[in-house]
């Protein structure tokens, strides 16, 4: 089993750091920097993913997705959704080394959401990550980023990514 | 039980056809007798496929109003609706959503129900009552009838027969949006709750789509010609073609709109079966939403989506990534329907009524002739809630 050296595993938590930090911000070019060109999102139910139905709340499958995912919360559905604040709660729970400076990793997360009306906060949704990360040139980002959501009943429409 | 003659109407309707009052999105009290008399009534409720539980011993739990229900396909092929309740002291005896099992076991005192719904095994039974007959303990079965492998279910004997119920107009529509055939595949649900009343998620119109969508006007994407029908019970269905632009600036990936088509389809056929179920066919999405409100405040949508067993593996793929990223709870689309639910439960907590306009000639007559954006298709189905509901007109 190869050894995972620390600076690894520091580059994994700050990519993760710099990801959520880029939602609860609503600062979609950064939340698009965390993937490299062969990147990809899925947002998907628990119950789907288990039971291996492909249907996703999200499935951003290229990288030209991923643009289109910006496009969609900046440009297209700014005026008709309501805006809530996020703020996301990971902690890491197991990395593995893949190959060729690729890493697999797994992160919990809990995120909850503020109504920008009522002030009130509510959870949004609890589940795991599950990455594919490429650590080249001392830098990391995701090549597959998937939020298997144990929510499989969303207490709401969901505007951003999580 | 109170004399229901001597009570007070719950409301009083407006005396304009194209008038809503606001209220009856918000009177709690509604909620009781919508479900004795929708819900229980003379109506059929779909609620499940039969590529949901393809397997022999494949279940699916739902509701029925407030009535948990579970289908299941039954080792000779037969899909069959039961109450979700042991028949010896109410247990429930599926937990899940959906699963397999060989038999249905109460874990309280162990009866045993098989997939047919016959009790088979109850421990110690030579101490029960003298007449005792296992014959007459088989789960609660629900009047069932199936359209292209989509299974209804209603608590009326007096219902007519589901195609008498829902008219040609719907099921020919209906039958194109399950593949024409029914030979469909599941690829999974979307599921999400709208903090509305029931019955504002079941009032969207074809007035709105050009105007609330956005994405529609972004992506230069116009509704071609089309229509909708309604009945006297009811039911409405939209039909158009749908011109998806050959360049889409907006987007660096326009693949996801791409309009492949099957021999069975136009563009964009919706339905909306009384009471609340959605069926739509956008482009190449398959969707049935099923819909189950908790009490009057709140319903819990789940939007399943399926291929057809016949698509080559491109079609699969560009069906889920359509499906995944234009319709549901997060979908370019449908997501603004979902802001709209939550902001009419706001709004209508005023006096008032809602007043619906387009397509309304006279506002004292009935008109079952609706253009493609009209939302006047929406009064039927008002006009067919008020009835049941017993509340009279004002007078004129």
């Not at chain 1, 490429?134 to 969901?158: G, H």
């Not at chain 2, 009490?295 to 698509?311: R, S």
């Not at chain 2, 319709?327 to 907590?349: H, Q, T, W, Y």
Request: proline share 5%; with cysteine.
């Amino acid at each position: 089993m190869n050894k995972i050296s620390a600076d690894a595993i520091q580059q994994i938590e700050q990519l993760n750091r710099d990801y959520i930090c880029a939602l609860d911000a609503l600062d979609m070019p950064a939340w698009l920097a965390c993937f490299n060109k062969q990147g990809q999102y899925t947002f998907i139910a628990e119950e789907n993913y288990r039971r291996n139905f492909p249907i996703a709340f999200m499935l951003d499958d290229c990288y030209e997705r991923l643009q289109d995912r910006v496009t969609q919360v900046v440009d297209i559905q700014s005026d008709s959704t309501e805006h809530y604040q996020t703020r996301h709660f990971t902690q890491l729970t197991s990395v593995t080394v893949a190959d060729d400076g690729r890493y697999q990793a797994e992160f919990n997360y809990s995120v909850y959401y503020t109504r920008s009306d009522t002030k009130k906060t509510q959870l949004l949704c609890v589940g795991r990550y599950i990455d594919l990360i490429d650590i080249s040139n001392a830098s990391a980002s995701y090549i597959d980023r998937k939020a298997v959501t144990d929510t499989n009943v969303l207490p709401r429409y969901v505007a951003y990514p999580v | 039980m109170a004399n229901q003659k001597n009570e007070e109407p719950l409301l009083i309707w407006p005396k304009k056809y194209n008038e809503v009052p606001k209220a009856v999105f918000e009177m709690e009290e509604l909620w009781p007798k919508e479900l004795k008399s929708i819900f229980y009534g003379e109506e059929w409720h779909p609620i499940v496929h039969r590529a949901e539980i393809p397997n022999p011993g494949d279940y699916k739990a739902a509701e029925l109003g407030e009535m948990p229900i579970f289908a299941v396909h039954g080792e000779d092929g037969v899909i069959r609706v039961f109450q979700n309740t042991c028949t010896h002291r109410g247990t429930a005896l599926v937990t899940e959503c959906a699963g397999n099992k060989k038999e249905f076991e109460c874990p309280y005192h162990r009866w045993l129900f098989s997939l047919e719904g016959e009790l088979v095994g109850c421990p110690n039974s030579r101490e029960f009552t003298p007449d005792f007959d296992k014959k007459n303990f088989g789960l609660h079965q629900l009047r069932v009838e199936g359209f292209c492998g989509l299974y209804w279910v209603t608590m009326s004997d007096k219902t007519p027969p589901l195609k008498e119920y829902l008219g040609e107009s719907f099921y020919e529509p209906l039958s194109r949006i399950l593949g024409g055939d029914g030979r469909l595949k599941l690829i999974g649900y979307q599921k999400v709750m709208y903090d509305c009343n029931w019955k504002a998620y079941c009032d969207n119109d074809g007035y709105h789509a050009p105007l609330l969508h956005k994405a529609f006007a972004l992506l230069n994407w116009q509704g071609g010609k089309g229509f909708q029908k309604v009945t006297e019970n009811g039911h409405l269905a939209f039909e158009s073609e749908i011109k998806v632009p050959d360049q889409v600036e907006a987007l660096k990936d326009a693949s996801i709109l791409d309009f492949k088509g099957t021999g069975t389809s136009s563009g964009s056929i919706v339905l909306m079966s009384f009471p609340l179920t959605v069926f739509s066919k956008h482009m190449d999405m398959l969707n049935v939403r099923y819909a189950f409100p908790k009490g009057p405040k709140g319903i819990e949508v789940h939007y399943a989506y399926f291929t057809h067993e016949d698509d080559d593996e491109e079609m699969v793929r560009h069906r889920i990534r359509q499906s995944s990223n234009l319709l549901g709870p997060c979908g370019l689309v449908s997501m603004e329907d979902a802001s709209v639910f939550s902001r009419i439960d706001k709004g209508n907590k005023t006096p008032g009524n809602a007043v619906f306009q387009k397509g309304v000639e006279d506002e004292y007559k009935l008109s079952f002739t609706v253009k493609q954006n009209d939302e006047s298709g929406n009064l039927p189905r008002w006009e067919h809630y008020r009835k049941i509901m017993g509340f009279k007109r004002a007078e004129q």
